[in-house]
């Protein structure tokens, strides 16, 4: 835990929505009067019947139901779209910046938006989906995405985004899962340069699953196999399609989408969201975790949000939340490395982004090559940095705020999950002092604790399991097709809570340092240790960029420490190293720390949002690598044997 306190610069007490007194006030009312304070915030969506119960939840096993903005009805893509024709109809809804810098960019108004998302609802339609039906997408970062997904909500169909570069098996896995007989995907993707064989991957998944309609992209024009009868293009279709689509008339409590989780943790969920809550709850969030709102000159700042609409920052915070807010937002298709290091900085210059959102992983890859390639840019139009995935170690956060930021912006460290919809726990620009690597202070409605291992709640500073234990807007509703799975997963483990599976510590001044999940807590000769904590301690030396730690067993300490360090560009792997390395976690956290182990590891086993998958490490430590479980999820799956090759007996 670092010291540090970033007091919250002037200019955004003065200015933001929301100052520190506000939250406190707020914060209160949310807790106080539930109901009050949801009903007010529920005014900013447009509902087209009102709700006659505000909340309505039991976390008891007995009783156990989650129903929030009862009797309402809406329709989310009404919110993202119809309201703001009249207002900002050629205002720039989407600029999409493609994988290669030198493509043209796609600037597209929300009018446009508008039309396009009705003529694919009407494509949909014409193909027999109806309202309830899950459709699967599989495409890469391109408008179309976000289009595909706001025109199943147009017409009340349940989509299933799945990342565009899982493999065919996980893809097929998904698609069963949910029956879900339409794919929408192209014929490739691109990322840092690389094609990406979007619909071979859809052909060999079919083979898998019987799948009634393919809907393709051209995004490449490559040469793809066509299977008549099933395959349709997506330019043929739209225009034929008339671009008047009523939209849906959704209940509160219908269900919006399904979204598997990565899988770092087992076999993946589906992830199953509703409507009325979501949307409040998402744009809720965004307007006060990110300050939305007009600038000066009335335009609206440009924000980016980096993550892949694979993934739930993808959903909430590119696709539903910004749009419902009016945003005009960057839609990245690319990777942070190409051309070279400083594309993200690039971008931020080219598109005058004040606004910018990624996760630690992405800023780890860029601090390890040198600060010359941010340096060299301008990002004098930056505001405000957001951070999401994983903890932001220190050495990240400073760098992230003095390099990235000059000093100037604040971070919003967003502590949240696939299954809570939107940001939980994170600092407010206007109203919360930073403390680096804490996502801070929980947002309105969130009721945190920690508790000891039986579920007794703990009070003051403490750390252990952090459960939430009441319920909030935008929570998931259940595990699609097993509702069982979503009681035993998330409300068992400590009765009337919901558990996150994250451990967490609270200080003093009732900041909230998120210490990783709970099974990546090591217990060394009886000292309880989150792995994050070693994790910081490795990456605060300078040869090192990144570092996930396991536990192993050890003779006699119980659990030993194993440590996979990633060493910057410039730095070789030597024993001198490995010998310091030891001594410095000595040094940084104590002896009951020090590795017993250490492999240096060119690439670590990550999700394809980044997040390292950490029971692979473990495996590969406890030499149980004869089955590493599910891989298919990995971004990229060869590092694991460079893993196997160079495992430390
Ligand atoms: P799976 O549940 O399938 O194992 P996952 O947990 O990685 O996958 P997500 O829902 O995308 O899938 O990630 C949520 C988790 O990411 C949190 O439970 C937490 O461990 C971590 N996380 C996210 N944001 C932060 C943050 N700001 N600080 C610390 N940890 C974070
Ligand atoms: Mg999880």
Partial sequence: MSDALFPVPAEWAEHALIDSATYLEKYQR????????????????????????????????????????????????????????????????????PDNPSETVRKITYRELHRDVCRFANVLKSRGVKKGDRVTIYLPMV???????????????????????????????????????????????????KPIPLKANVDAACDKVAVETVIMLRRTGADVQ?????????????????????????????????????????????????????????????QYVFDYKPNADGKMPVYWCAADVGWVTGHSYVVYAPLINGATQVMFEGVPNFPDHSRFWEVIDKHQVEIFYAAPTALRALMREGDEWVTKTSRKSLRLLGSVGEPINP????WYHRVVGDRRCPIVDTWWQT????????????????????????????????????????????????????????????????????????????????????????????????????????NVSGHRMGTAEVESALVAHDSVSEA???????????????????????????????AELVKWVRKEIGPIATPDAIQFAPGLPKT??????????????????????????????????DLLANRKK
Avoid at 395 to 398: K, M, R, S, V
Avoid at 447 to 456: L, Q, R, Y
């Fill in 30 to 97: 949310s807790i106080d009067d539930a109901a009050g304070f949801w009903r007010d915030e529920a005014q900013r969506i447009d509902w087209i019947e009102p709700f006659h119960t505000v909340k309505d939840t039991s976390f008891d096993e007995a009783d156990f139901h989650i129903r929030w903005f009862e009797g309402g009805k809406l329709n989310i893509t009404a919110n993202a779209l119809d309201r703001h024709l009249e207002t900002r109809g050629d205002q720039v809804a989407i600029i999409w910046e």
């Fill in 143 to 193: 408008p179309e995405a976000a289009i595909s997904m706001l025109a199943c909500a147009r017409i009340g169909a349940v989509h299933s985004v799945v990342f565009a570069g899982f493999s065919p098996d996980a893809l097929a896995g998904r698609i069963e899962d949910c029956q879900s007989n339409i794919v929408i995907t192209a014929d490739e993707g691109l990322r840092g340069g």
């Fill in 226 to 286: 066509i299977v008549s009868g099933r395959d349709v293009d997506w330019t043929e279709v739209m225009d034929g399609a008339s671009s008047d689509c009523p939209a849906e008339l959704m209940d509160a409590e219908d269900p919006l989408f399904i979204l598997y989780t990565s899988g770092s943790t087992g076999k993946p969920k589906g992830v199953l969201h509703t409507t009325g809550g979501y949307a409040v709850w998402t744009s809720m969030t965004h």
């Fill in 395 to 398: 050495e990240a956060w400073d």
């Fill in 419 to 522: 299954e809570t919809g939107g940001a939980m726990i994170t600092p407010l620009p206007g109203a919360t002092a930073l403390k680096p690597g804490s996502a801070s202070k929980p947002m309105f409605g969130v009721k945190p604790e920690i508790v000891d291992n039986d579920g007794n709640i703990q009070a003051g500073a403490t750390d252990g399991p952090l459960v939430i234990t009441d319920s909030w807007p935008g929570q998931m509703r259940t595990v699609y097709g097993d509702h069982d799975r979503f009681f035993q997963t998330y409300f068992n483990t400590f009765p009337g809570m919901y558990f996150t599976g994250d451990g967490c510590k609270r200080d003093e001044d009732g900041y909230y340092w998120i210490t990783g999940r709970i099974d990546d807590v090591i």
């Fill in 548 to 578: 996930a730690v396991v536990g192993m067993p050890h003779d006699i300490k119980g659990q030993g420490i194993y440590a996979y360090v990633t060493t910057n560009a410039d730095v070789e792997d030597t024993e001198d190293l490995r």
């Fill in 608 to 641: 394809r949002s980044g997040k390292i998958m950490r029971r692979i490490l473990r495996k590969i430590a406890e030499n149980d690598v004869s089955n590493l479980g599910d891989t298919s999820t990995l971004a990229d799956p060869s590092v694991v044997d």
